[in-house]
Nanobody, 123 residues
Framework: VQLQAYGGGLVQAGGSLRLSCAAS????????MGWFRQAPGKEHEFVAD????????SHADSVKGRFTISRDYTKPTVYLQMNSLKPEDTAIYYC?????????????????WGQGTLVTVSS
């Protein structure tokens, strides 16, 4: 599975961005796709995930009510709509996929990763 993330950029606090992650290759093997982020000097942090075949999502408490994960099964692409952005949301955002529908917040349980897209939120 190959993943291509894009849509990052510079935005002011309170603004919005939508990230996209296009999947290619053995997409039939995808059961869950997730978004993680890594701020400077910090480890990967779970942001949200979505089951590929049923509409079930999870969001980290830090982004609940502000970020929304969704997917277009036909494309196939997963999105992360980010609203009410805060400076602490500044990070490189990565999409990832795994061949299991069980939820996990652990990045090491995702075998496939995109290259990351930088989101910078200015105060």
């Amino acid at each position: 599975v190959q993943l291509q993330a894009y849509g990052g950029g510079l935005v002011q606090a309170g603004g919005s961005l939508r990230l996209s992650c296009a999947a290619s290759g053995r997409t039939f093997s995808i059961y869950t796709m997730g978004w993680f982020r890594q701020a400077p000097g910090k480890e990967h942090e779970f942001v949200a995930d979505i089951r590929w075949r049923v509409w079930r999502t999870s969001h980290a408490d830090s982004v609940k009510g502000r970020f929304t994960i969704s997917r277009d099964y036909t494309k196939p692409t997963v999105y992360l709509q980010m609203n009410s952005l805060k400076p602490e949301d500044t990070a490189i955002y990565y999409c990832a996929s795994r061949g299991s529908s069980s939820g996990t917040y652990y990045p090491h349980e995702y075998p496939y990763w995109g290259q990351g897209t930088l989101v910078t939120v200015s105060s």
